[in-house]
Structure formats: C-alpha cells, structure tokens
C-alpha cells in the first residue's frame, strides 16, 4: 500500500470510530436504525425509485447510507469501503436496524474482484473521489461493478469549489484545479468534519481535486455513456463557515456572495454486453 493510501486508512479508521458514535446528528443514525432513510433531498430525487435493484454503494462508510437503499425498497445492497472500522460498524447498525446488507472490504481499485458479482446501480456519493489518485482507475472499477444497463449514481463536492479556502469572509482560489496524482493536497486535522470535539489521531490525510471532464472522460473510456451531469448549489457539509442552512442538513453560499457550483451529480449506464 502506498504512504499516501495508508495515511488516509489510518485517517478513515479513526473518522469511522468517531462517526459511528456520532452524537452531532450529522449521520442520522437513530434516523436509519428505526427503518428510515439518510439520504437528503436531492440523491433521494435523482435517483428516482430504487424498488427492486440490486445495488451497490461504494465508499459506504459506515454504511447508514446502503441501509438506507434497503429501506427504500432496494432489492439487495452491498456496501464496499477499505476501512475495517467502518465496516465493523456498518455490520453492527445493519444488525440493530434488522437490515440484511453485505458489506466487503476492499479497496475500491480491486472492488470488482471483491465483490464477484454485478449490480443494477453503484450508489456513490459526497466525499467519495476527492480520495482517490486514478480517476480512470476508479471509473474502470465502477463499470466493472456494472451489469450491462446498469447505471452509476455519482454525487459528490464540485471540483470548482475544492478550488477554495475561506478567509475573513471571503473565497479565495487556493488549489490548482487538477491534482496531479504524485502531489496530493494534503491536510493534518485534529478533529473530523461532523463538528465532534473528539479528536481524531491520524489527522493527515491526502486528497485529489478531478475535474469533471476528467470525470467523465474516464467514465466514457470505461464503457459508460452518461445521462446526465447536474450541477448544483447546494452541498451537504459546512465547506466553508459562513455558509448558511438551506434545508435540512443542506447548505448555500450566504447571499450577496457570488454563487459557485458546491455540487455535481452524473447519471451513467454501462454499455452492454
Ligand atoms: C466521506 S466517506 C463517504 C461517505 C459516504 N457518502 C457515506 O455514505 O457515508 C469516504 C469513504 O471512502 C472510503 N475510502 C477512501 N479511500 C478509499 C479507497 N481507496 N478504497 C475504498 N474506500 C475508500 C473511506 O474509508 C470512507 O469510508
């Protein structure tokens, strides 16, 4: 495993502990434990009815988000992510929720050897490709999960808005636009995104920004023809701190500051056979 790998399995094993016993009520855990759902709005919407579909969720985390497909009447849903922790916990809610969910852990470069079977739809969303180097890579290993007509749902951070830092109230373009794979961002925090104080002890992390062509560029090289790219305002984290609550757990630019994309959805159908 590479240095850059390791450090954010390292960084996802500690994150995975501190979410699992998450008390911010960022990841709507007693929500998916009585039989409910933790996706937002908009994935809930642009997915459309899932009743019926075997489906996996890749870079499940602790996998609230695949017992929630279930809960929405997926016929099957698999969970894949590296981090051991979080599987650990994602077995432990699919058990108190009465769920049945697999869970596989694998990196997502190796997902389709893990899994050894196909799917109807790869879930995959926020914060998922921003740790990954190989966009193409992982573009191949997303229509090798794929049966033929099968469809990815990608929803994840804008690429134009991880170009940004905010600073006295201002957005200021930081990072380059595309990440080369050997020279990561990278960051050492000292807590996790949800607003938990606990500290997370192996805060250094690295993280690539993917243009969307570069996006889907790699999802068409892969055999994918896409159905439709949306972007929006919205993002479902406090990216920056003035950002202002837009719905539940959804949040926008304060007004009067210039609106950029926080958001990005691809819609995609693996060419058969
Ligand atoms: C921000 S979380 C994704 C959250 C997800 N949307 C959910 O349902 O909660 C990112 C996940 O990606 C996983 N991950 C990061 N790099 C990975 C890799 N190379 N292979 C597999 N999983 C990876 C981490 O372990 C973490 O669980």
Known sequence: MDVYTAANLANWNDRAELHATDTTGSYRIDKVLAGGSSL????????????????????????????????????????????????????????????????????????????????????????????????????????????????LYLLDGHPQMLQYEARNGRLELEYGWRTPMAEPLHWDDAQTYTGDERPVKNGLHYEWIHPIGDVVNALITAGMSIDFLNEHEIVVWRAFPDLVEAGEDQFVLPAGMPRIPMSFSIGATRKGP
């Open 40 to 151: 937002h709005e908009l994935e809930t919407r642009e997915i459309g009815d899932v009743s019926g579909k075997h489906i996996v969720h890749l870079q499940c985390h602790i996998g609230l988000d695949t017992l929630s497909l279930k809960h929405l009447g997926a016929a099957s849903v698999t969970g894949l992510d590296f981090s051991s922790k979080a599987l650990a916990a994602a077995r432990d809610f699919a058990a108190r929720a009465g769920t049945k969910a697999r869970f596989v852990e694998a990196s997502i470069y190796d997902a389709p050897r893990a899994l050894g079977e196909t799917y109807d739809m790869a879930f995959v969303t926020w914060g998922a490709i921003n740790w990954l180097d190989d966009i193409r890579a992982w573009a191949r290993a997303v229509a090798g999960v794929l049966k033929p007509g099968g469809r």
